[in-house]
C-alpha cells in the first residue's frame, strides 16, 4: 500500500519569509515517482514537478525547490521570499510503478499556505 | 489551447436525484481519473479509465458510474444511492505511460439541497 503524510495542515508565513512543506511517503515499490501540486482558491490543481525514485538530484524553479531524500523518504517543498500569490493549498503525490498503483495518485490531505503581506 | 474542461462549474441537486457531471478533453491523453475533495480529506479516487471503453473503481466507487466511450469524454454520474454527494469533483487525465503527470480540469462543486 501507497502513502502519502503532509503533517502541516496550515501554515501562515509573512511575506518575504522562506517556508518548507514537508513530505513523506511510502511504498513499497522500488521505483515510483513523486509529484507536487498547487491548488490556489480557484480549485483547480496545478502541476509543479515530477521526480522519479532514481534521481535523487535536488531541484530549483525560480523561488521553488525541491528536495528529495530516499534514505528519509521525503520530498519537501520550499518557497523561497514567499509572495502572496503563494497562497494555495499544496498537494504532495505518489506513484508506483507495479499494479494498480503505477496508475494511481496516492495523495496527501494537503497543506495550506497562507502568506501575509 | 489544448486543456481539460469540466461542466458545470457549480451544480445544485435534490435528494433522489441522478446527475452528471461532464469532462472533456483535448490533450490526447489515454487515461481519464475522477477524484472527490472534501475539506481536509485531500482528493480520493473514484473511478479512472486507461483506455476507451474500460475503467476500473477507485477507492470510493460505491454511488458512482462513468463511462468512457470516447477518449475524449469521460462523464460522471453520482447517482441517489450516494449518501453525501455533496463535495467538489476533480477529473483529470494523462499519457498512459507510468512516469507522466496527471493534468486537472477546474472542477464541478455539486452540493445536493
Known amino acids: 500500500a501507497q502513502k502519502v503524510t503532509q503533517a502541516q495542515t496550515e501554515i501562515s508565513v509573512v511575506e518575504k519569509e522562506d517556508v518548507t512543506l514537508d513530505c513523506v511517503y511510502e511504498t513499497r515499490d522500488t521505483t515510483y515517482y513523486l509529484f507536487w501540486y498547487k491548488q490556489p482558491p480557484s480549485g483547480e490543481l496545478v502541476f509543479l514537478i515530477r521526480?522519479?525514485?532514481?534521481?535523487?538530484q535536488n531541484e530549483i524553479s525560480g523561488r521553488y525547490s525541491w528536495n528529495f531524500q530516499k534514505s528519509t523518504s521525503s520530498f519537501n517543498f520550499t518557497i523561497t521570499a514567499s509572495q502572496v500569490v503563494d497562497s494555495a493549498v499544496y498537494f504532495c503525490a505518489l506513484s508506483g510503478s507495479s499494479g494498480a498503483g503505477s496508475y494511481q495518485l496516492t495523495f496527501g490531505k494537503g497543506t495550506k499556505l497562507s502568506v501575509i503581506p | 489551447d489544448g486543456g481539460i474542461t469540466q461542466s458545470p462549474k457549480y451544480l445544485f441537486r435534490k435528494e433522489g436525484q441522478n446527475v452528471t457531471l461532464s469532462c472533456e478533453q483535448n490533450?490526447?491523453?489515454?487515461?481519464m481519473y475522477w477524484y472527490r475533495q472534501d475539506p481536509g480529506q485531500g482528493l480520493r479516487l473514484i473511478y479512472y479509465?486507461?483506455?476507451?471503453?474500460?475503467?476500473q473503481k477507485g477507492d470510493i466507487a460505491e454511488g458512482y458510474s462513468v463511462s468512457r466511450e470516447k477518449k475524449e469524454s469521460f462523464p460522471l454520474t453520482v447517482t441517489s444511492a450516494q449518501k453525501n454527494p455533496t463535495a467538489f469533483y476533480l477529473c483529470?487525465?494523462?499519457?498512459?505511460?507510468?512516469?507522466?503527470?496527471?493534468?486537472f480540469g477546474p472542477g464541478t462543486r455539486l452540493t445536493v439541497l
Open positions: 479509465s486507461q483506455i476507451v471503453n474500460d475503467f
Open positions: 483529470a487525465s494523462k499519457f498512459r505511460t507510468v512516469y507522466n503527470e496527471q493534468f
Open positions: 521526480r522519479n525514485s532514481f534521481d535523487e
Open positions: 490533450l490526447n491523453h489515454d487515461a
